[in-house]
């Protein structure tokens, strides 16, 4: 399967360009053309199009130099009020976490080198925190810029923390909401409802996840910023 990967530059300038193909025990999870028409002949009629074109990539948020990398996505349509993203299959480094200070440390020093290749990774946007509703919480990082080719978990270095794992993400239909400020648990919450309330009113049909109250929580920008904070809140949808 073909990842396609967006990634901002700096001046508002887009590219899109191959990227990996996953190891081949995920590549049943997500047939890209045949599961975008399903989804698009479903919500289309949701929707408003956004120039006569419902697969129109959506604008990534706009990041200073160093060039920070997306994980691939398309944007199947949006409205007013959330926009819904069809992920693809990419690599992530990922751990479970009590508090962030952990999540951020652990997971930045594998992608800064400090795992069994000492390799480094470019830097990559957003951090993602998932709420499960047992209480656990995952945060995982994008794993980016890696060579064009064939890819196998295998082939990537192990973390030196052995509470992190290498993972794969994405393959999913999420729908996608924004929001500015500091991610508190009362923000985050306000915004999920306001989002399932939206969901309901358009009928979109919540995924098992979403049903017993998990969701996410992605963080853009550089992490203990003081600037205005750009952030959005994923439920994963039914297709």
Not at 214 to 230: D, H, I, K, N, S
């Amino acid at each position: 399967m073909q990842i396609t990967q967006n990634s901002a530059l700096p001046g508002g300038v887009h590219s899109t360009r191959p990227c990996h193909r996953l190891y081949k025990r995920h590549s049943s999870i997500l047939h890209p053309p045949r599961t975008q028409a399903k989804v698009q002949n479903f919500f289309g009629k949701l929707f408003q199009k956004d120039d006569g074109d419902v697969t129109k990539k959506e604008n990534q948020p706009q990041a200073p130099l160093p060039l920070r990398l997306f994980p691939p996505f398309q944007v199947i349509n949006k409205n007013s009020d959330y926009s819904l993203r069809l992920y693809e299959l990419f690599p992530v480094v990922t751990m479970e976490y009590e508090n962030r200070a952990e999540g951020y440390g652990s997971l930045g020093n594998y992608i800064d080198g400090r795992n069994s290749d000492n390799r480094r990774f470019p830097q990559t946007q957003p951090v993602v925190m998932q709420y499960f509703p047992d209480g656990r919480k995952t945060m995982s990082m994008y794993l980016g810029g890696l060579e064009q080719g064939s890819l196998e978990l295998a082939s990537l270095p192990k973390p030196n923390d052995r509470s992190a794992k290498v993972d794969v993400a994405g393959g999913e239909l999420v729908a996608v909401a924004k929001f500015e400020g500091y991610i508190t648990p009362a923000a985050a919450e306000s915004v999920r409802q306001k989002l399932l309330r939206a969901l309901e009113r358009d009928g979109v049909k919540l995924s098992q996840e979403a049903v017993e109250g998990g969701f996410r929580v992605a963080q853009y920008g550089a992490v203990y910023q003081l600037e205005q904070r750009y952030n959005e809140l994923y439920i994963k949808v039914a297709v």
